[in-house]
């Protein structure tokens, strides 16, 4: 075996070029898909911890009788003394905070301007909130008891035309689905990062909010931040009560997780495509080197080389060449992944047209070592070269002494 292995080595140093290309080829299809899953596993991550951030929180406790998608303002819908109750949420040592919130609608006028918003009455000073909090980029917060005062998302604020301190009219729906209008003043412009959710989304004090609805200091959920995302299914269990519905982030992303998995099928459909196409690359040199060799092929044989060896010999030249194209390949796209985690994809406002009103993506992606993947980018390169290099091998295997002794 350890002559086989000499030959083998030997043989790929004959021709340089032709090597160097077929490797070329391997690192570059592996380093290309590294970088691929690992720009996949960073957007399928970042994408759920956005939307978990900004829309679900680890753990939402509603109204049994409550609908998100309806967004309904009837007092039987809503959370009764919702401040106690997400007081009790807070007292569990997983959570880190929980704070109420008011989900509503309303048409923002302008003039002859008008627009479809969503208005979300929420506790600003919430760790909850942090990202809206955090990311106020002119004027200032509005005050809890302020009265008049809103946060506006720039892209909303930018469509419009208007900015810190200018006012604009607001008809929202109420409790007694009897619209109601007021004027308000834009106390600070927002930019969370996802520009979907800034470019619909207004949000006041949850007591004004609860106010311009009269829904009576009720509130449509509370959010709830962990210490640890992995403790929400404990969490829910011990918030389980009659008449109310606790779901964890789990249930509340279920489509948004059930479309990454689908999404991870298909970037595995892509592995297969593209190392199958290097294979190609790998094989064809090989069947090359076996026709360059014939003669070759008929001394070994006239020595008493037998035809299994003939076949392992070109399998371990296929394997030596795969398996230094993939590490090499891992190296490579190891430090793309590591470039883009850092500095990322920046999507700016494209992100806006990925969102939805359950759904939030960020203006940048980012990139995630994933070792899973790249063990299964090595393990099918690996596979698939051997596989395709069967034929030559057993072309080679199969001639006759006498027959590749004449073929010169």
Same mark, same amino acid.
């Given at each position: 075996?350890?002559?086989?292995?000499?030959?083998?080595?030997?043989?790929?140093?004959?021709?340089?070029?032709?090597?160097?290309?077929?490797?070329?080829?391997?690192?570059?299809?592996?380093?290309?898909?590294?970088?691929?899953?690992?720009?996949?596993?960073?957007?399928?991550?970042?994408?759920?911890?956005?939307?978990?951030?900004?829309?679900?929180?680890?753990?939402?406790?509603?109204? +049994?009788?409550?609908?998100?998608?309806?967004?309904?303002?009837?007092?039987?819908?809503?959370?009764?003394?919702?401040?106690?109750?997400?007081?009790?949420?807070?007292?569990?040592?997983?959570?880190?905070?929980?704070?109420?919130?008011?989900?509503? &609608?309303?048409?923002?006028?302008?003039?002859?301007?008008?627009?479809?918003?969503?208005?979300?009455?929420?506790?600003?000073?919430?760790?909850?909130?942090?990202?809206?909090?955090?990311?106020?980029?002119?004027?200032?917060?509005?005050?809890?008891?302020?009265?008049?005062?809103?946060?506006?998302?720039?892209?909303?604020?930018?469509?419009?035309?208007?900015?810190?301190?200018?006012?604009?009219?607001?008809?929202?729906?109420?409790?007694?689905?009897?619209?109601?209008?007021?004027?308000?003043?834009?106390?600070?412009? /927002?930019?969370?990062?996802?520009?979907?959710?800034?470019?619909?989304?207004?949000?006041?004090?949850?007591?004004?909010?609860?106010?311009?609805?009269?829904?009576?200091?009720?509130?449509?959920?509370?959010?709830?931040?962990?210490?640890?995302?992995?403790?929400?299914?404990?969490?829910?269990?011990?918030?389980?009560?009659?008449?109310?519905?606790?779901?964890?982030?789990?249930?509340?992303?279920?489509?948004?997780?059930?479309?990454?998995?689908?999404?991870?099928?298909?970037? /595995?459909?892509? /592995?297969?495509?593209?190392?199958?196409?290097?294979?190609?690359?790998?094989?064809?040199?090989?069947?090359?080197?076996?026709?360059?060799?014939?003669?070759?092929?008929?001394?070994?044989? &006239?020595?008493?080389?037998?035809?299994?060896?003939?076949?392992?010999?070109?399998?371990?030249?296929?394997?030596?060449?795969?398996?230094?194209?993939?590490?090499?390949?891992?190296?490579?796209?190891?430090?793309?992944?590591?470039?883009?985690?850092?500095?990322?994809?920046?999507?700016?406002?494209?992100?806006?047209?990925?969102?939805?009103?359950?759904?939030?993506?960020? +203006?940048?992606? /980012?990139?995630?070592?994933?070792?899973?993947?790249?063990?299964?980018?090595?393990?099918?390169?690996?596979?698939?070269?051997?596989?395709?290099?069967?034929?030559?091998?057993?072309?080679?295997?199969?001639?006759?002494?006498?027959?590749?002794?004449?073929?010169?």
């Amino acid at each position: 075996m350890a002559g086989l292995w000499r030959i083998a080595i030997r043989d790929i140093g004959r021709n340089k070029r032709r090597s160097g290309a077929t490797l070329v080829a391997m690192l570059l299809g592996v380093g290309l898909l590294v970088v691929t899953g690992g720009i996949m596993q960073g957007s399928y991550a970042g994408m759920i911890d956005d939307n978990v951030r900004v829309q679900t929180s680890h753990v939402q406790v509603r109204d +049994e009788d409550y609908e998100r998608s309806e967004g309904s303002l009837k007092w039987e819908d809503l959370l009764d003394d919702a401040d106690a109750v997400a007081a009790g949420v807070r007292e569990l040592p997983q959570v880190q905070d929980a704070t109420p919130i008011l989900w509503a &609608s309303g048409v923002v006028g302008l003039g002859e301007q008008s627009v479809n918003v969503a208005v979300n009455g929420m506790d600003l000073s919430s760790d909850v909130n942090a990202p809206f909090r955090d990311g106020v980029v002119a004027g200032q917060l509005p005050e809890p008891d302020d009265r008049e005062g809103v946060l506006m998302g720039r892209r909303l604020a930018d469509s419009l035309g208007i900015g810190v301190g200018d006012t604009f009219s607001l008809l929202a729906p109420t409790s007694g689905m009897q619209p109601d209008e007021a004027v308000f003043t834009i106390r600070g412009l /927002y930019d969370s990062g996802f520009p979907g959710y800034d470019l619909n989304t207004i949000l006041m004090p949850l007591a004004k909010a609860q106010s311009v609805t009269r829904t009576d200091g009720r509130a449509s959920a509370i959010l709830t931040l962990l210490y640890d995302r992995e403790q929400a299914g404990a969490v829910a269990a011990a918030l389980q009560s009659p008449g109310l519905k606790v779901e964890t982030w789990q249930e509340l992303n279920e489509f948004m997780l059930e479309t990454t998995e689908i999404g991870r099928q298909f970037t /595995y459909m892509l /592995y297969v495509i593209v190392l199958a196409i290097v294979a190609v690359v790998i094989v064809n040199t090989l069947l090359m080197t076996v026709f360059e060799r014939t003669r070759e092929m008929g001394i070994l044989a &006239s020595f008493g080389m037998k035809a299994r060896e003939i076949r392992a010999m070109f399998l371990i030249e296929a394997g030596i060449l795969a398996l230094v194209g993939i590490v090499l390949g891992i190296l490579l796209g190891s430090l793309g992944v590591e470039y883009l985690s850092r500095v990322g994809i920046h999507m700016g406002d494209t992100a806006a047209f990925a969102s939805s009103s359950q759904m939030s993506v960020g +203006e940048v992606i /980012y990139a995630a070592h994933s070792v899973q993947d790249v063990i299964i980018v090595s393990v099918t390169a690996l596979v698939i070269t051997l596989l395709g290099s069967l034929y030559p091998a057993w072309y080679a295997s199969r001639m006759e002494p006498i027959e590749a002794l004449r073929a010169l």
